[in-house]
Nanobody, 128 residues
Framework: QVQLVESGGGSVQAGGRLRLSCVAF????????MGWFRQAPGKEREGVAA???????RYADSIKGRFTVSQDSAKSTLYLEMNSLKPEDTAMYYC??????????????????????WGQGTQVTVSS
């Protein structure tokens, strides 16, 4: 069983930056897909970015060019560097993981159903 623990959320002004971290406790496997999702009040959970064990990253159009997903395998940590934050980025951000590399392909990573392990979330609030 994998446990995911996020940190790094907070409150910033528009144009600011934050770096989210997600530490994975337990073994996810040598091939995997990990992602970041966000959910604003009254909205569905949406995929923001994903990265697989080969290092291939994917991004939602809404954050492309502003957010960067990366991983440090030695530290079992996933990161989401968020720059040029906008008020519409305000949401609870969740880390997700799945041992199936296929969860990352053909756009599957955009959907919460592709992931079997979730963190508890970290709140990001961007004020105008």
């Amino acid at each position: 069983q994998v446990q995911l623990v996020e940190s790094g959320g907070g409150s910033v002004q528009a144009g600011g930056r934050l770096r989210l971290s997600c530490v994975a406790f337990g073994y996810i496997g040598s091939t995997y897909c990990m992602g970041w999702f966000r959910q604003a009040p009254g909205k569905e959970r949406e995929g923001v970015a994903a990265i697989d064990s080969d290092g291939t990253s994917r991004y939602a159009d809404s954050i492309k060019g502003r957010f960067t997903v990366s991983q440090d395998s030695a530290k079992s940590t996933l990161y989401l560097e968020m720059n040029s934050l906008k008020p519409e980025d305000t949401a609870m951000y969740y880390c997700a993981a799945d041992y199936r590399l296929n969860s990352c392909v053909y756009g599957r990573w955009r959907y919460a159903s592709a992931f079997g392990h979730w963190g508890q979330g970290t709140q990001v609030t961007v004020s105008s």
